[in-house]
Structures are given as C-alpha cells and as structure tokens.
C-alpha cells in the first residue's frame, strides 16, 4: 500500500479543523497529519498533537511556541514548533505535504493559502475570505502551480458535485445555466425588523442548523456570509454575479443547486454536516466513511423555498454590489465586515449597524484595479481604518 498522505492543517482548533480531524482519524491508513496550527486555545492544540502525532504544530508569538514545545517534549513528542505567518506558510508549502486545509478563519488566512496554491497543493478550501479577497491573483496562482482546488464550504462542495464531470478537469462549466445558492437564513429570518436593533452576540451565534465558529456565525445571521459565498462561487465556477442566485431553504438539507439549459437541475443533499464536504474533498475522486449519519427523507419530510428580502439582509445587496465592482471592492467588503463582526462580538456595535459600517467604507473609498497582493492588502488596510474611523466617531 502507498504511504499515507500528509496533510496540514491550518486553523486544527477551528470548528472545521476538528471536523477535519475527526474524518483524517477515522482513515490513519489513507492519512497522517504533518502539521496543526492553532493562535488561541493553544491547551486544545497540544491535546491535538498529543492524539495526532504532527511534526510540527504553528502557534502566533514566540513564547506561546516555547511552552508548547516543552509541554510537548513532557508529552514524549519530537512534534516542533513553528512560529507566526512564516510558520504557516512554511507546513503549508512544505515538499512533504499532500493536501492542505485552509481553515483560518478571515484574511489572516490568505498568505498561507497563498503559499500552499503556488506549492501545488491540493488544497481543501474553507477560508473563504481568501478567495473573496484576492479572487482573480488566488485563480492565476492556482492555474499557474496546477494545484487542485477543492471547496469546502457546503454549497460550494454541492455545486462542484453537480457540475459537469469535465469540470474538475479545467473544461469549464458546459451547459450550466445558473448556480442555486442556497442559505437557512439564520437565526433572524423571521425576528421583527424592530427587535433586530438589541440582538446580542451569543443569539448571532445560535445558528439554527449549523455549529460554527463565532465569526462565520454572525456572517450567517446577517447574510454577509452568503453574500461572501456569492463572490466565492463566481471564481471557483468561472460565473458571472448574475448567475447566481441567492435561495433560502431553511432545512439545509439541500447544500445548493444547478440548473443547466437543458431544464435540468442537480442538487447535492445530505445532514447539515461539515463532515461531509470535508470528506468529499479530502478523498476526491473517491468517497470515504465520513462519520456522517444518512438522511432520514421521512423525518424531514418537507423541504421550503423563499427569495431572500434585501432589506431584512443589506448585506447580501451589499456582497453582490461588491461582485459585480470586482477589482478591489471585495477586499474592502471583507475588511469592513470583520471589523464590524469583531466590533459586533465585542458588544460595541449592535447587530443593524454592521451593515451600515460597511456600506459607509464602500461609498467611501472609490474601487481601484487590483494587479498584485499588495493592492489587496492597501485595499484591506484602508477599509479597516475606515470602519475604525466609524466605530471612533460613534463613541465605540
Ligand atoms: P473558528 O473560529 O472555529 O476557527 C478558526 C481557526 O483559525 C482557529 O483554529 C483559530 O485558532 C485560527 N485563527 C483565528 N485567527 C487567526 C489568526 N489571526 N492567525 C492564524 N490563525 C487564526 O472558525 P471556523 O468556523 O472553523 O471557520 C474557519 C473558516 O472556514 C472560515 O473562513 C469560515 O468562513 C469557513 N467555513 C466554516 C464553516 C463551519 O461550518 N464552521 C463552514 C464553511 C466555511
Ligand atoms: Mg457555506
């Protein structure tokens, strides 16, 4: 049997990173973990190491590095410690490495995803804010390295499943006339517009179907997510914004759609599992075991359609002028919502105003043309003065 393939783990202590882990363990013969990167709950990371055995684990600053390296060595382990962002883009990149799961959470992900695209990774993509940001630069990367790009995000996962069989093979999406974005609509679909003002954090997070981290949760409940996946899907499926349209289907049982010109539409299904995206990308071509328990048709027994309200959601509106801008206006999108999502978490800013925060950085800075990393980074770092600019003159 060949040897098991190496896989790195950015962002192990995530919400996707254990999910990963879950499925690598449940296969030690098909995978074996190289690397684990962790920046807060850094008791969970050498947990983590002491179950997976890395060769090297990645943690923020120097001194965290230094007691983990000698909580490791009391562990028995030879696992070494890396530092900071050339730690991660160092097991990222790696000449060892198989596959990498992008699974920081924010733009603090994309230099290290950066490095293992133009290594030629196959890369599992959970950091969609990476792809948002850099979008045409991430393509060129990935079509310059030839690395294999695998979404893990759960619709994006289902619209690759459906696209044509040619598709993974770079023959584009013959024959496909829109992508069905579907989204639960989160814990807010229904509330009072007028309630909406004193929703605190940890209602954000209670998402009805799905357990995530803190940030992706507030995503979820204000649409930006979705608007975020919107512009993910236009790069990862050569689609024009146009093409892809937004439905809610609060069971999440229908991760999304496409619908093809000869009146067919493919959908992929299953229980609001991470596991099984993950699974799908880590074994593609094939499929594995994943852990995830089959779908009960009977007990679900009804599956619900709406258009999303705009006005209940500005952020999606907000997301979709971002896609259609292109060039920058992406970057500066992202910025500005994580700002106003932090600001949000840290009970500074209530829930209407992070879409007010991000609307006054898009109108207030002008789209520029992006050609490099640096102009995505000046775009990011305006944006973020930006919002701060507005959390400052509010008082916050
Ligand atoms: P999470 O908050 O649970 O985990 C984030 C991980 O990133 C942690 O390991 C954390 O230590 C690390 N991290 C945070 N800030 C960092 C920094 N500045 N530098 C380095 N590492 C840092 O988040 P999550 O829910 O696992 O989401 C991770 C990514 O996957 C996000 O981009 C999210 O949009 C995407 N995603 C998540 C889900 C889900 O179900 N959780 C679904 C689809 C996509
Ligand atoms: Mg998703």
Redesign the pocket.
């Known amino acids: 049997m060949s040897r098991p393939q190496q896989i790195t783990v950015?962002?192990?202590?995530?919400?996707?990173?254990l999910s990963t882990l879950d499925v690598i363990a449940r296969h030690p013969t098909r995978y074996q973990v190289f690397a684990l990167?962790?920046?807060?709950?850094l008791s969970e990371l050498l947990a983590l190491c002491v179950r997976h055995t890395p060769r090297f684990a990645v943690v923020?600053q120097a001194s965290a590095a230094r007691t983990l390296q000698d909580d490791l060595r009391a562990a028995g382990l030879s696992t070494r410690v890396l530092v900071g962002e050339d730690g991660?883009c160092q097991v990222a990149s790696d000449p060892e490495v198989d596959a990498v799961m992008a699974?920081?959470?924010?733009a603090?992900?994309l230099r290290p995803t950066l490095a293992a695209v133009e290594a030629g990774k196959k890369i599992l993509l959970?950091?969609?804010?990476a792809l948002v940001m850099s979008g045409a630069l991430f393509m060129q990367a990935v079509r310059k390295s030839g690395s294999v790009l695998l979404p893990?995000?759960?619709e994006h996962n289902a619209i690759f499943q459906c696209m044509p069989q040619d598709f993974a093979r770079g023959l584009g999406a013959v024959g496909v006339r829109r992508i069905l974005l579907t989204a639960s609509g989160g814990p807010f679909r229904q509330t009072p517009m007028a309630e909406l003002a004193h929703v605190t954090p940890d209602q954000a997070c209670a998402h009805p179907n799905?357990?995530?981290?803190?940030?992706?949760s507030v995503?979820s409940a204000s649409m930006m997510?979705k608007g975020?996946e919107l512009i993910e899907a236009c790069w990862l499926f050569d689609a024009r914004p146009s093409q892809v349209e937004v439905v809610i289907h609060p069971q999440s049982v229908i991760h999304s759609l496409v619908d093809y010109i000869d009146g067919s539409v493919l959908a992929q299904l299953g229980n609001p599992d991470?596991r099984t995206p993950i699974a799908n990308a880590l074994a593609w071509p094939e499929r594995i075991d994943s852990g995830v328990a089959p779908l009960d048709l009977f007990a679900i027994a009804r599956l619900d359609f709406q258009a999303p309200d705009e006005e209940r959601f500005p952020c999606l509106r907000l997301a979709r002028q971002a896609a259609e801008a292109g060039n920058s206006a992406p970057a500066m999108l992202n910025a500005a919502n994580e700002v106003a999502v932090a600001a949000f978490l840290d009970g500074r800013v209530r829930y209407p105003e992070i879409a007010s925060i991000i609307e006054e950085v898009l109108n207030l800075e002008p789209v520029v043309v992006v050609e490099d990393l640096e102009a995505v980074f000046t775009a990011d770092a305006k944006a973020r003065v930006l919002a701060g600019q507005w959390l400052s003159r509010h008082g916050r």
């Open positions: 950015l962002g192990a202590t995530g919400s996707i990173g990167s962790g920046f807060t709950r923020p991660l699974a920081i959470v924010g603090a992900g959970a950091n969609k804010e893990i995000d759960s799905w357990s995530m981290g803190r940030k992706i995503d997510n975020l991470m």
